[in-house]
């Protein structure tokens, strides 16, 4: 059973940046696709990022296409997402998920195992 726990969530002005951490244990790490998702208040999930289980492949949501970055280090059972530019529409809760499934990797509904989230609030 996976377990996934997200960290670096918090408090930043427009323009700034942060990065999101995702520890995981349980599992065998290198065999997961992961992903970011968010979530705003009074909106529903939607995808923000996809890495590959080697890290070769990654995807982004329109909306981050160049001011986010997804990585990975399977050594350190680590999945990371540096956040820049930041504007305040990126205010949500920002979920890490993990699969060993190839379905459609924007689809919530593919993930598997999710973290409790973390908080970033972007003030304008």
């Known amino acids: 059973q996976v377990q996934l726990v997200e960290s670096g969530g918090g408090l930043v002005q427009v323009g700034g940046s942060l990065r999101l951490s995702c520890a995981s244990s349980?599992?065998?790490?290198?065999?997961?696709?992961m992903g970011w998702f968010r979530q705003a208040p009074g909106k529903e999930r939607e995808f923000v990022a996809y890495?590959?289980?080697?890290?070769?492949?990654?995807y982004y949501a329109d909306s981050v296409k160049g001011r986010f970055t997804v990585s990975r280090d399977n050594a350190k059972n680590m999945v990371y997402l540096q956040v820049n530019s930041l504007k305040p529409e990126d205010t949500a809760v920002y979920y890490c998920?993990?699969?060993?499934?190839?379905?459609?990797?924007?689809?919530?509904?593919?993930?598997?195992?999710w973290g409790q989230g973390t908080q970033v609030t972007v003030s304008s």
């Open positions: 998920a993990a699969t060993e499934k190839g379905d459609t990797y924007s689809l919530s509904s593919t993930f598997d195992y």
């Open positions: 890495i590959s289980r080697i890290g070769r492949i990654t």
């Open positions: 349980g599992g065998t790490f290198s065999s997961y696709r």
